[in-house]
C-alpha cells in the first residue's frame, strides 16, 4: 500500500467550475433559438464567426502563455507540455462570452464588425489580462462597446424588426425620434415582451431571457444578490423619472423601459459574470446598486439610447474598490445598510433634479 | 455553486450500523513518551519490571503542565520502540507486553457516594490531574486546567455535537452509556459550581435526544438540559455550538470561562466519572476504521494499541494497486498520516483510509462560494490573491488569523483550489 501525502479538508463538494459554465451555456439555449429562429441565418452566421474566433484565439494565446520544458525536443512534445493545462473550462468560457457578445449584436451588422468585436474582446479584454478569471471588464461587453465607438457607422439600419425592414429600437426610439408616449403606439408594451421589434439578436424576447434567468437562480449559478439589486434600483429610479416626467402614464414608462433595450439581458447574462463581481455579499449588494443606476444615468442624461454595457463596464472599475481588503466584509453591518440606502437616495436626488425636479 | 454550504454527506449512517468488536488480544501496546503538546517526557518504570492497569508509567510534560502516563492493560515492561502517534509524529514508545490477565492495580477502587460528595474542587482537580485527562475531542488540551478557573462558572455544556463526517465515536458513547456522561457531567458542575449543565446535540439525533432525556430521569435535583442544536458544519466548534446552545456569544481567541461557560466533549465527561468514580484512568475508546480504500468496522481497543492489528482484523485494504490517504481523525479537519504503524492515543477516534483522487486546481472564477460559506466570514479567495503577492498588510486587514481551518472553503471551491492550505500559509507568513 502507497500512502500519499495530503493536507485537510480530503473530501470535497461535487460541484465544479464545469459545471457552472455549461449551466450558463444551457441557459443561453432560448435566447439563441429564439434569435435564430426571428433571424435565421444571419443570427447562425454571426454566433458562429463570434465562437470560432473567441474559442480559438483563447487556445492559441493560452498556449502562447505558457512555458515549454527544457526536455522537450520536438514541436509535438512542445504542444504538449503547452496543453497540458488546457481544459474544458478555456473551451465553455470563451463560449460563454461569444455568445453573449453575438447576442448584444443586431442582425445585419457585418460580419467584420462582429470579427473586429470578438478579437478585441478575447485578445484585448481576456486574455492579456491573464486568461480565465483574472479580467476585470466583462469580456463580452467591452466588445459590444468597442465595436459600437469604433465602427458607429456600420450600426446605421442594422436593426430590423418582424418584418426585415430596418427601423428604429424601442430605446432610440424614445431618446432621439418620437418620445414618450408616443412610442407606445409603434411599441406596443406586449411587441417588447414577446420580441417583436426591432433589436439586438438577445436582447428583443423577455420571455426567453426570463426562462434562462431563472434557471440560473435554481441552479445557484448566479447571485440572485446582483441580479435583485441592479433591477430593482433601476425600476425604482425609472418610477421616479416616470412619476415626474408622464404622471398619467408612469405605469406604462416603467414597462417600456424595463422590457426595452438590453436590461433583462444584461441583468440575466452579464452583471451575474462571476469573474468580474466583488466577492462579498454586502459588495454584491452594491455592485448591482451602481449598475442599476448608471444605466438609468446613461439611458436618461447620456448621448446614448442604451447604457447596460457601459454601466457595466464603469461599475467594473468600482470592484477593486469595493474588495479593498480594509473593508471588505461579507458581514451584512449596519454600516453597510446605511451606506447602501444614503448611495441610493443620492442617486434618486441626482436623477430627479436631473429630470427638472424642484424643491417643492 | 454561488451558495453557503452549511451540510455536508456525513456518511454515518452505514457506520453506525457496524457491530462493535471489542478487542483485548492485543501482545504489545505502545505508550508515546511525547506527544505534540508535550514535547518532554521520562517514564518511572524498567525493563522487565511487571506493571498492573492504571498504574503509572511516566510523566509528559508541556509548556505549563504536567501529565502522567497509565498503563492500560497488566503485563511486562519490555522496552522502547518508534511508532506513529496521533498528531502525525514518529515518537518514542514504551513498550507494555500484554500478559491478556487484566488485573488491576490495587489503588483502584471504586469510591463510595459519601466520599464523592465531601470531595471539594481543589480535589476534583487533582483527581482529574492525576488521571491525565486530556480534551477527548481532538484537542488533548488537559481538562484540569479547565476546572481550575478561578472565574465564575454559570454553565457547563457538554459537547456532543460531533460535526465531522464518518465520526461516531461520541453518537456510540451517548446511545450506550448516557449515564456516564452525565455522571461525569455532574462532577465537572460540582467541581466548577456552576448551577447549570447542558448536552448539546444535533438536531437531527432524536434517538440520541430520547435516550438522553430518560437516563436524566435517574438523576434528580440537577438542573441538567438537552439542547438541540443545528445539524450544519461546523457546528461543534465550541463557540459557534456555545452561541446556539446557550446563547452567549463569544469572540475569537477569548477564554471561555471569562463568559461564564466551560465546555467539555461528552467522552471527556465519560473520563472525568470514570476517574472520579473508579479512579480509573482512561483505558478504552471506540474506535472506527472507514473510508472507500479499507473493509469498514468499529472497535472498543485499549489506548496503545496498534491501529495496525485493526486494521488487519476488520479485513485490510481494498484496492491495494490504488495509492492511498490515510486520516486520523475526520476528513475534513484531520492529520494525514503516511504509515500504518500508528499507536492509539486518547484522541483517537478514526482512521479513514481513502483511495486517491487526482484533483486539477482549475484558475478561481471569483464566484465566491468560499467566502459565503466561511463560518468566521472571512474571505479566503482574497486571502489566497494576496498571499501568493506576499502581501502581509492585506493578509491582516483581511484578519487571517481568525480561520479556524474547518476545511469548508477547500471543500466547496468549484476550481477545486486547496484555499485551506493557502490560509495556513497566509497564517505563518503573518506570524
Not at chain 1, 109 to 119: D, L, Q
Not at chain 1, 156 to 166: P, R, S, T
Not at chain 2, 197 to 226: D, P, W
Amino acid at each position: 500500500m502507497q500512502a500519499i501525502k495530503q493536507t485537510s479538508p480530503y473530501v470535497r463538494k461535487q460541484v465544479s467550475t464545469k459545471r457552472m459554465m455549461i449551466d450558463v451555456l444551457i441557459a443561453l439555449i432560448p435566447v439563441v433559438v429564439f434569435s435564430i429562429y426571428r433571424f435565421g441565418w444571419d443570427a447562425v452566421i454571426r454566433i458562429l464567426v463570434s465562437l470560432i474566433l473567441m474559442i480559438g484565439l483563447e487556445a492559441l494565446i493560452f498556449g502562447m502563455m505558457q512555458k515549454v520544458k527544457k526536455t522537450d525536443k520536438t514541436f509535438k512534445e512542445r504542444l504538449k507540455t503547452k496543453y497540458s493545462t488546457y481544459t474544458i473550462n478555456n473551451v465553455t468560457a470563451p463560449a460563454i462570452s461569444a455568445i453573449i457578445f453575438a447576442m448584444l449584436m443586431p442582425s445585419k451588422i457585418p460580419v467584420y464588425a462582429v470579427a473586429v468585436g470578438a478579437i478585441f474582446a478575447i485578445v484585448v479584454v481576456k486574455m492579456m489580462f491573464g486568461g480565465l478569471g483574472a479580467n476585470i471588464f466583462n469580456v463580452a461587453a467591452a466588445g459590444r462597446r468597442f465595436v459600437s465607438l469604433a465602427l458607429t457607422g456600420m450600426f446605421a439600419g442594422v436593426y430590423v424588426g418582424m418584418d426585415m425592414v430596418a427601423g428604429a429600437t424601442p430605446l432610440t426610439a424614445l431618446k432621439s425620434g418620437m418620445g414618450f408616449p408616443a412610442v407606445l403606439n409603434s411599441y406596443p408594451i406586449i411587441d417588447l415582451i414577446t420580441g417583436n421589434i426591432p433589436g439586438t439578436m438577445g436582447e428583443i424576447s423577455a420571455i426567453a431571457i426570463l426562462i434562462g434567468l431563472i434557471y440560473l437562480i435554481i441552479r445557484r449559478t448566479a447571485d440572485y444578490r446582483i441580479v435583485v439589486s441592479t433591477f430593482v434600483t433601476f425600476t425604482l429610479l425609472i418610477t421616479l423619472i416616470g412619476l415626474k416626467l408622464y404622471p398619467a402614464q408612469w405605469f406604462e414608462f416603467v414597462l417600456y423601459n424595463i422590457f426595452s433595450g438590453g436590461l433583462l439581458f444584461g441583468v440575466a447574462f452579464m452583471v451575474t459574470d462571476p469573474v468580474t463581481a466583488p466577492v462579498t455579499r454586502p459588495g454584491r449588494w452594491l455592485y448591482g446598486l451602481l449598475i442599476g443606476s448608471l444605466i438609468v444615468l446613461i439611458r436618461t442624461f447620456g448621448a446614448y439610447a442604451e447604457g447596460v454595457a457601459a454601466g457595466l463596464l464603469f461599475a467594473n472599475m468600482f470592484v477593486p474598490l469595493i474588495d479593498y481588503a480594509k473593508w471588505s466584509t461579507n458581514k451584512i453591518r449596519p454600516r453597510f445598510v446605511i451606506g447602501y440606502v444614503a448611495l441610493f437616495i443620492i442617486m434618486a436626488l441626482i436623477v430627479y433634479f436631473g429630470v427638472g425636479g424642484t424643491v417643492l | 455553486m454561488i451558495a453557503k454550504t452549511k451540510y455536508i454527506p456525513d456518511g454515518k449512517k452505514e457506520l453506525k450500523e457496524l457491530p462493535i468488536l471489542h478487542y483485548l488480544d492485543a501482545d504489545f501496546l505502545f505508550y508515546p513518551v511525547t506527544s505534540a503538546r508535550c514535547p518532554e517526557g521520562e517514564t518511572c518504570v524498567r525493563g522487565g519490571q511487571f506493571v498492573k492497569i492504571g498504574e503509572v508509567l511516566g510523566t509528559r510534560k508541556g509548556a505549563f503542565f504536567e501529565q502522567p502516563m497509565h498503563s492500560t492493560v497488566s503485563g511486562e515492561v519490555k522496552g522502547y520502540e518508534k511508532s506513529v502517534d496521533q498528531s502525525g509524529n514518529v515518537v518514542d514508545c514504551l513498550i507494555v507486553k500484554n500478559d491478556k490477565k487484566y488485573n488491576l492495580h490495587p489503588s483502584i477502587i471504586d469510591r463510595t457516594n459519601e466520599e464523592i460528595d465531601a470531595l471539594t474542587k481543589e480535589d476534583f482537580v487533582e483527581i482529574v490531574k492525576e488521571a491525565g485527562l486530556v480534551g477527548l475531542g481532538g484537542s488533548a488540551f488537559p481538562s484540569y486546567i479547565k476546572l481550575q478557573t478561578k472565574d465564575k462558572i454559570n454553565v457547563v455544556i457538554a459537547n456532543g455535537v460531533e460535526c465531522e463526517p464518518y465520526l461516531i465515536a461520541d453518537y456510540s458513547l451517548m446511545m450506550n452509556q448516557p449515564q456516564e456522561v452525565i455522571q461525569g457531567l455532574i462532577y465537572a458542575m460540582k467541581a466548577s459550581g456552576a448551577p447549570k449543565g447542558v448536552i448539546a446535540i444535533k438536531k437531527k439525533y432524536t434517538e440520541i435526544r430520547e435516550r438522553l432525556n430518560f437516563s436524566l430521569k435517574q438523576f434528580t435535583g440537577h438542573n441538567i438540559e438537552v439542547i438541540t442544536v443545528g445539524n450544519h458544519y461546523p457546528q461543534g466548534w465550541e463557540l459557534d455550538m456555545i452561541n446556539r446552545a446557550v446563547g452567549v456569544k463569544i469572540p475569537q481567541g477569548e477564554l471561555l470561562s471569562k463568559y461564564g461557560v466551560l465546555n467539555f466533549n461528552v467522552s471527556t465527561l465519560q473520563s472525568i466519572y470514570n476517574a472520579v468514580k473508579k479512579r480509573l484512568p482512561v483505558l478504552e475508546r471506540l474506535f472506527t476504521i472507514s473510508g472507500n480504500g479499507v473493509h469498514n468496522s468499529s472497535f472498543r481497543a485499549r489506548i496503545g494499541t496498534q491501529i495496525q492489528e485493526l486494521i488487519e482484523l476488520a479485513g485490510g485494504y481494498k484496492d491495494i494497486e490504488i495509492p492511498k490517504v490515510l486520516i486520523l481523525g475526520g476528513p475534513m479537519m484531520g492529520t494525514n498520516v503516511l504509515r500504518d504503524d500508528i499507536v492509539m492515543t486518547h484522541t483517537s477516534t478514526s482512521l479513514i483510509v481513502l483511495n486517491e483522487e487526482i484533483l486539477i486546481e482549475e484558475p478561481c472564477i471569483h464566484c465566491a462560494a468560499c467566502v459565503y460559506s466561511c463560518p468566521v466570514d472571512i474571505q479566503p479567495t482574497q486571502i489566497m490573491s494576496a498571499y501568493k503577492v506576499k502581501d502581509k498588510d492585506a493578509l491582516k486587514m483581511l484578519e487571517v488569523n481568525k480561520c479556524i481551518e474547518c476545511g469548508l472553503c477547500s471543500f466547496v471551491c468549484p476550481s477545486k483550489i486547496h484555499l485551506t492550505e493557502y490560509m495556513r500559509s497566509g497564517k505563518r507568513l503573518v506570524r
